[in-house]
Protein backbone atom coordinates (compact mmCIF):
# COMPACT_ATOMS: atom_id res chain seq x y z
CA UNK A 1 0.00 0.00 0.00
CA UNK A 2 1.56 3.17 -0.91
CA UNK A 3 2.39 5.24 2.24
CA UNK A 4 0.77 8.50 0.46
CA UNK A 5 -3.02 7.11 0.85
CA UNK A 6 -2.35 7.08 4.92
CA UNK A 7 -1.61 10.80 4.90
CA UNK A 8 -3.69 12.66 7.66
CA UNK A 9 -6.96 15.15 5.67
CA UNK A 10 -5.36 18.51 5.37
CA UNK A 11 -9.11 21.02 4.69
CA UNK A 12 -8.83 23.10 1.31
CA UNK A 13 -9.12 26.38 3.31
CA UNK A 14 -5.73 24.95 5.16
CA UNK A 15 -4.00 23.56 2.39
CA UNK A 16 -4.26 27.61 1.02
CA UNK A 17 -3.06 28.64 4.27
CA UNK A 18 0.08 26.40 3.69
CA UNK A 19 0.71 27.40 0.16
CA UNK A 20 0.49 31.37 1.12
CA UNK A 21 3.05 30.54 3.62
CA UNK A 22 5.64 28.66 1.14
CA UNK A 23 4.96 31.26 -1.75
CA UNK A 24 6.27 34.02 1.38
CA UNK A 25 9.18 31.93 2.06
CA UNK A 26 9.94 32.00 -1.28
CA UNK A 27 9.76 35.16 -2.02
CA UNK A 28 12.03 36.08 1.20
CA UNK A 29 14.72 34.07 -0.12
CA UNK A 30 14.52 36.84 -2.94
CA UNK A 31 12.89 34.64 -5.64
CA UNK A 32 10.19 35.72 -8.24
CA UNK A 33 7.58 33.81 -7.75
CA UNK A 34 4.27 33.75 -9.31
CA UNK A 35 1.63 31.85 -8.23
CA UNK A 36 -1.53 30.22 -9.56
CA UNK A 37 -4.66 31.42 -7.98
CA UNK A 38 -8.09 30.18 -8.91
CA UNK A 39 -11.50 31.67 -8.03
CA UNK A 40 -14.47 29.28 -7.59
CA UNK A 41 -14.99 25.64 -9.01
CA UNK A 42 -13.97 26.78 -12.89
CA UNK A 43 -10.08 26.32 -13.84
CA UNK A 44 -10.62 29.00 -16.86
CA UNK A 45 -13.45 31.16 -17.76
CA UNK A 46 -12.14 32.32 -21.17
CA UNK A 47 -12.06 30.65 -24.38
CA UNK A 48 -8.28 30.56 -24.28
CA UNK A 49 -8.18 28.88 -21.00
CA UNK A 50 -11.23 26.89 -21.74
CA UNK A 51 -9.57 25.85 -24.87
CA UNK A 52 -6.50 24.87 -23.28
CA UNK A 53 -7.83 22.79 -20.87
CA UNK A 54 -10.59 21.29 -23.41
CA UNK A 55 -7.41 20.09 -25.25
CA UNK A 56 -5.74 18.37 -22.61
CA UNK A 57 -9.14 16.34 -21.58
CA UNK A 58 -9.93 15.39 -25.37
CA UNK A 59 -6.82 12.83 -24.97
CA UNK A 60 -7.08 9.55 -23.40
CA UNK A 61 -3.38 9.51 -22.65
CA UNK A 62 -3.98 11.62 -19.72
CA UNK A 63 -7.44 11.08 -18.49
CA UNK A 64 -6.65 9.06 -15.38
CA UNK A 65 -4.42 11.74 -14.00
CA UNK A 66 -5.94 14.72 -14.58
CA UNK A 67 -8.55 14.82 -11.92
CA UNK A 68 -6.23 15.37 -9.02
CA UNK A 69 -4.58 17.41 -10.74
CA UNK A 70 -7.41 20.05 -10.88
CA UNK A 71 -7.99 19.28 -7.30
CA UNK A 72 -4.35 20.34 -6.71
CA UNK A 73 -4.54 23.34 -8.93
CA UNK A 74 -8.01 24.66 -7.24
CA UNK A 75 -6.58 24.73 -3.76
CA UNK A 76 -3.86 26.97 -4.91
CA UNK A 77 -1.39 24.17 -4.94
CA UNK A 78 0.66 25.73 -7.91
CA UNK A 79 3.28 28.04 -6.22
CA UNK A 80 5.11 29.20 -9.19
CA UNK A 81 4.44 28.78 -12.80
CA UNK A 82 6.58 30.60 -15.76
CA UNK A 83 5.88 29.99 -19.22
CA UNK A 84 8.13 30.86 -21.87
CA UNK A 85 9.09 29.34 -25.49
CA UNK A 86 8.98 25.63 -25.44
CA UNK A 87 8.69 25.71 -21.77
CA UNK A 88 6.47 25.21 -18.32
CA UNK A 89 8.16 25.53 -14.95
CA UNK A 90 6.35 25.31 -11.94
CA UNK A 91 6.66 24.79 -8.11
CA UNK A 92 3.98 22.60 -6.63
CA UNK A 93 3.42 22.04 -3.19
CA UNK A 94 2.63 18.46 -1.97
CA UNK A 95 4.00 16.26 0.35
CA UNK A 96 7.01 18.79 -0.41
CA UNK A 97 7.87 21.37 -2.66
CA UNK A 98 8.27 19.56 -5.87
CA UNK A 99 9.49 21.23 -9.27
CA UNK A 100 7.76 20.42 -12.98
CA UNK A 101 8.95 21.01 -16.30
CA UNK A 102 6.79 20.57 -18.69
CA UNK A 103 8.61 21.06 -22.43
CA UNK A 104 6.54 21.70 -25.11
CA UNK A 105 7.24 21.68 -29.18
CA UNK A 106 7.51 24.54 -30.57
CA UNK A 107 4.76 24.98 -34.31
CA UNK A 108 5.78 23.11 -36.79
CA UNK A 109 6.06 26.20 -39.44
CA UNK A 110 3.67 23.98 -41.67
CA UNK A 111 1.12 24.14 -39.32
CA UNK A 112 2.11 28.14 -38.22
CA UNK A 113 1.83 28.73 -42.15
CA UNK A 114 -1.66 27.31 -42.67
CA UNK A 115 -3.27 28.94 -39.49
CA UNK A 116 -2.09 32.12 -40.77
CA UNK A 117 -3.54 31.53 -44.34
CA UNK A 118 -6.79 30.52 -42.61
CA UNK A 119 -7.51 33.86 -40.54
CA UNK A 120 -5.22 35.76 -42.71
CA UNK A 121 -7.86 38.84 -43.69
CA UNK A 122 -10.49 38.32 -41.10
CA UNK A 123 -9.05 41.71 -39.44
CA UNK A 124 -12.70 41.65 -36.93
CA UNK A 125 -11.58 37.65 -36.05
CA UNK A 126 -8.41 38.48 -35.20
CA UNK A 127 -9.17 41.48 -32.95
CA UNK A 128 -11.52 39.05 -31.16
CA UNK A 129 -8.77 36.67 -31.09
CA UNK A 130 -6.06 38.36 -29.54
CA UNK A 131 -8.88 39.30 -26.53
CA UNK A 132 -10.01 36.23 -26.24
CA UNK A 133 -13.27 36.48 -27.65
CA UNK A 134 -13.43 34.70 -31.11
CA UNK A 135 -15.84 33.85 -33.79
CA UNK A 136 -17.05 30.42 -34.20
CA UNK A 137 -14.38 30.13 -37.73
CA UNK A 138 -11.45 31.33 -35.98
CA UNK A 139 -11.93 29.29 -32.75
CA UNK A 140 -11.95 26.25 -34.92
CA UNK A 141 -9.31 27.36 -37.11
CA UNK A 142 -6.72 27.59 -33.85
CA UNK A 143 -8.14 24.63 -31.40
CA UNK A 144 -8.01 22.00 -34.36
CA UNK A 145 -6.12 19.11 -32.97
CA UNK A 146 -3.16 18.36 -33.97
CA UNK A 147 -2.80 21.34 -36.67
CA UNK A 148 -3.81 24.47 -34.23
CA UNK A 149 -2.02 26.07 -31.83
CA UNK A 150 -2.66 23.44 -28.97
CA UNK A 151 0.12 20.66 -28.58
CA UNK A 152 -0.98 16.97 -28.50
CA UNK A 153 0.11 14.60 -26.56
CA UNK A 154 3.19 13.58 -28.44
CA UNK A 155 4.58 16.98 -28.24
CA UNK A 156 4.34 17.36 -24.72
CA UNK A 157 7.59 16.04 -22.51
CA UNK A 158 6.37 15.58 -19.00
CA UNK A 159 9.36 15.85 -15.93
CA UNK A 160 8.51 15.67 -11.61
CA UNK A 161 10.81 15.83 -8.78
CA UNK A 162 8.00 13.57 -7.14
CA UNK A 163 8.76 9.89 -6.53
CA UNK A 164 5.46 8.97 -8.19
CA UNK A 165 6.17 6.44 -11.05
CA UNK A 166 3.35 7.72 -13.50
CA UNK A 167 4.32 9.60 -16.89
CA UNK A 168 1.91 12.46 -15.38
CA UNK A 169 1.75 12.79 -12.04
CA UNK A 170 -0.70 14.90 -9.93
CA UNK A 171 1.67 18.14 -9.95
CA UNK A 172 2.52 17.75 -13.64
CA UNK A 173 -1.36 17.69 -13.79
CA UNK A 174 -2.15 20.97 -11.91
CA UNK A 175 0.87 22.56 -13.96
CA UNK A 176 -0.64 21.85 -17.00
CA UNK A 177 -4.67 23.63 -15.27
CA UNK A 178 -2.52 26.16 -14.17
CA UNK A 179 -1.46 27.02 -17.38
CA UNK A 180 -5.30 27.12 -18.32
CA UNK A 181 -5.70 29.47 -15.64
CA UNK A 182 -2.76 32.00 -16.52
CA UNK A 183 -4.13 32.05 -20.36
CA UNK A 184 -7.70 33.37 -19.09
CA UNK A 185 -5.19 36.84 -18.20
CA UNK A 186 -2.11 36.25 -20.78
CA UNK A 187 -3.89 34.53 -23.36
CA UNK A 188 -0.47 35.53 -25.41
CA UNK A 189 1.89 33.30 -23.28
CA UNK A 190 0.49 30.44 -25.70
CA UNK A 191 1.68 31.45 -28.59
CA UNK A 192 5.31 32.42 -27.17
CA UNK A 193 5.05 28.53 -25.76
CA UNK A 194 4.14 27.43 -28.90
CA UNK A 195 7.08 29.43 -30.49
CA UNK A 196 5.64 32.04 -32.76
CA UNK A 197 4.22 35.67 -32.83
CA UNK A 198 0.76 36.95 -32.80
CA UNK A 199 1.87 40.29 -34.21
CA UNK A 200 2.34 37.81 -37.87
CA UNK A 201 -1.41 37.29 -38.30
CA UNK A 202 -1.42 40.84 -37.42
CA UNK A 203 0.51 41.76 -40.80
CA UNK A 204 -0.87 39.15 -42.44
CA UNK A 205 -3.85 41.05 -42.67
CA UNK A 206 -2.35 44.64 -43.09
CA UNK A 207 -1.12 43.03 -45.82
CA UNK A 208 -4.26 41.68 -47.59
CA UNK A 209 -5.53 45.52 -46.81
CA UNK A 210 -7.90 44.20 -43.90
CA UNK A 211 -9.90 46.84 -42.22
CA UNK A 212 -11.17 47.11 -38.67
CA UNK A 213 -15.05 47.32 -38.23
CA UNK A 214 -16.40 50.90 -38.34
CA UNK A 215 -13.79 52.19 -40.83
CA UNK A 216 -14.36 52.59 -44.33
CA UNK A 217 -13.13 49.55 -46.78
CA UNK A 218 -9.55 50.25 -47.10
CA UNK A 219 -9.01 52.75 -44.51
CA UNK A 220 -5.97 51.99 -42.41
CA UNK A 221 -6.11 52.22 -38.11
CA UNK A 222 -2.81 54.15 -37.33
CA UNK A 223 -0.67 51.73 -36.76
CA UNK A 224 0.19 52.87 -33.03
CA UNK A 225 -3.20 52.30 -31.89
CA UNK A 226 -2.92 48.89 -33.64
CA UNK A 227 -0.22 47.72 -31.18
CA UNK A 228 -1.85 49.12 -28.76
CA UNK A 229 -5.34 47.49 -29.51
CA UNK A 230 -3.38 43.64 -30.08
CA UNK A 231 -1.46 44.42 -26.79
CA UNK A 232 2.23 43.27 -28.70
CA UNK A 233 4.86 45.19 -30.20
CA UNK A 234 4.59 45.62 -33.81
CA UNK A 235 7.95 46.45 -35.94
CA UNK A 236 6.71 48.15 -39.28
CA UNK A 237 9.90 49.05 -40.75
Not at 64 to 82: F, V
Not at 113 to 122: D, M, Y
Not at 182 to 204: C, H, T, Y
Request: glycine share 8%; charged share 25%; net charge positive.
Amino acid sequence: MSRYWNQPYVSVAERRRRAERQVAKIRKKGTPCDPVRISGRAIATTFWGQAWCRNLEAYSDYANRLPRGRTYARHGSILDLQIARGQIDALVSGTRLYKVCVQIDTLPEADWTSVRAQCAGQIDSLVELLQGKVSSKVMEVVSRHGQGLFPTPRQIHLQCSCPDWAVMCKHIAATLYGVGARLDDQPELLFSLRGVDASDMIEDALDRGAALPGHAQGQELPRQDLSSIFGVDIDFD
